[in-house]
């Protein structure tokens, strides 16, 4: 497990900062920032080196599938993988495990046209998205392969970076799909140090936020069809839809290089720690306040980014955007989310949440982290408890300066129909699943 190490760094954190920005230098370390313990010891790290809690295993279902995004399991147990660059000529795997030793037998690449991110599975279709378009399939039979596809949903746009569609389906005839904001705070000049914010920001016109679609209809265009479901946030890969609570829920990527874009109002210690990753509980009309405002887990509050005027402490108009369910260490780049529905896990696992954390870049100088798959506890209805690391080691021994130097990244988590939980690496195409023999 990871803890120590965080610890550790978010400690080193708070001895190394000084002056006045942002106030968090005489702040205590917040206890949304550290992970709760287990409730039984973690096991002994198994194959890959990954470990998990102690009744739980982790085998190897499938490797080489390519640079994996997120997967979809289907109510037979075929496994489907989205890929984000072209393997064998295709940008989607299909997996079967032909004879139930938890393994594939049947490995089948498809679907020859853009790659992408976005894969969720219903009884009858298989959805699926580029990053500019959304497609489902439908299941024929006990096939392996889908059928032809039909285009749901076009022009999600092609401006460069937060590129990926994640999907979300309501199962009530609601597709909902994450269009992010290609800029890091809407400045006037992208990622330039001094440049001011643009404002109001033009971005918000047709990006940053969720889109509702009908889930069945063919020839969507998102300026035409879409329904603009909620706005003001930066990038939400992980996206998906609490059916026992009929509720969307997100995890958000949050803004980078405060230091570096205003170096005289943070240091290279502060941004490691802000602003941190948000579980959002997300209603038709919610607006999350981006760009104008990130959240600081130390001061548990929104507060004025330095692109509109803010000087780490300042509020503003921040006071008027609903705040996280919950929050995690900046920069982590939360990129799946899954409410568990089965039963093989112990009873304290329903319906609560997994999510998978890919990874960050730019937690310099400290050492990176969040190379992990936590998950968050839900009760009556809302996040109950504190998260907690539920499988480690994918990033490998010793620490992380450079997100290359991960050994895993973890992208995609799907449950599949007996309860197993798969989760797919994007660096060398592994697909993990995890049991609980007890």
């Known amino acids: 497990m990871k803890q120590p190490c965080l610890l550790l760094s978010l400690l080193l954190l708070l001895a190394c900062q000084g002056g006045e920005p942002a106030d968090t230098a005489s702040a205590s370390v917040p206890d949304a920032l550290l992970p709760t313990q287990d409730p039984d010891a973690p096991a002994t790290a198994g194959v890959d080196g990954i470990s998990v ?155 940053g936020g969720i889109y509702r679609f009908d889930a069945a209809k063919a020839g969507q265009d998102k300026i035409r069809d879409g329904q603009r479901y909620a706005t003001g946030i930066r990038n939400a890969v992980a996206l998906n839809w609490h059916s026992d609570l009929n509720q969307l829920y997100l995890v958000q990527h949050g803004r980078d290089q405060l230091n570096t874009l205003y170096p005289d109002l943070y240091s290279a210690e502060q941004n490691a720690s802000l602003p941190a990753e948000e579980f959002l509980q997300v209603s038709q009309g919610d607006d999350f306040g981006w760009p104008y405002c990130y959240y600081d887990p130390f001061a548990q509050q929104r507060v004025l980014a330095p692109e509109y005027g803010g000087d780490g402490k300042s509020v503003g108009r921040c006071a008027q955007y609903k705040a996280p369910a919950l929050d995690f260490p900046a920069h982590y780049a939360p990129n799946d989310l899954l409410f568990y529905q089965g039963s093989q896990f112990p009873e304290s696992y329903r319906q609560g949440a997994f999510i998978a954390f890919h990874g960050s870049w730019n937690r310099q100088p400290l050492q990176q982290e969040g190379y992990q798959v936590v998950f968050a506890p839900f009760a009556e209805g809302k996040p109950s408890g504190k998260w907690r690391v539920f499988a480690d080691g994918f990033a490998g021994p010793g620490p992380i300066q450079r997100s290359g130097d991960a050994r895993y990244r973890p992208m995609g988590v799907a449950e599949g129909p007996d309860g197993s939980l798969y989760v797919a690496d994007s660096k060398q195409g592994r697909i993990w699943r995890i049991t609980y023999p007890g």
Request: charged share 20%.
């Open 53 to 207: 809690p102690a009744g739980f295993a982790v085998s190897l279902f499938a490797e080489g599938v390519g640079r994996a995004r997120h997967l979809a399991v289907r109510a037979n147990g075929d496994v489907y993988v989205r890929l984000q660059s072209p393997q064998a000529g295709h940008c989607a795997v299909a997996l079967r495990d032909d004879n139930g030793d938890g393994q594939a037998d049947t490995i089948t690449p498809f679907d020859s046209g853009e790659c992408g991110t976005g894969m969720r599975a219903t009884a009858d279709y298989l959805y699926f998205s580029s990053d500019t378009t959304v497609y489902r399939a439908p299941f024929v039979n006990n096939q392996l392969l889908p059928g032809p596809r039909e285009t749901l949903v076009e022009n999600l746009g092609d401006l460069p970076s937060h590129q990926a569609r994640s999907l979300a389906l309501d199962g009530k005839g609601g597709l909902y799909v994450n269009v992010g904001a290609p800029s890091n705070a809407c400045q006037v000049d992208d990622r330039q140090p001094g440049s001011p914010g643009q404002d109001p920001c033009p971005l918000l016109e047709a990006y």
